[in-house]
């Protein structure tokens, strides 16, 4: 993970999402700096064949400034 932020991270915000219910990748990307959004990211694509949706989360790591 520490490679990949270091590729990405430099001059751009990394922005992901995690299923709501996940707690342990929840906190382990707020150890890496990532904090959650509170946007709603519900779209179809996300459900279960049932038709429950998938709830998720919307997570953030803001650029670092590059001199």
């Known amino acids: 993970m520490q490679k ?5 991270e430099a ?3 990394i922005i992901l999402k995690v299923v709501s219910y ?3 990748a929840i906190e382990f990307y707020k150890k890496m700096g990532f904090k959650e959004t509170g946007k709603d990211v ?3 694509g996300t459900q279960l ?12 790591k803001k650029a670092t400034l590059v001199k």
């Open 4 to 8: 990949a932020l270091g590729w990405l």
């Open 11 to 13: 001059g751009q915000d």
């Open 22 to 24: 996940n707690s342990l």
């Open 42 to 44: 519900s779209y179809r």
């Open 49 to 60: 064949p049932s038709g429950i949706e998938i709830p998720r989360i919307e997570m953030i």
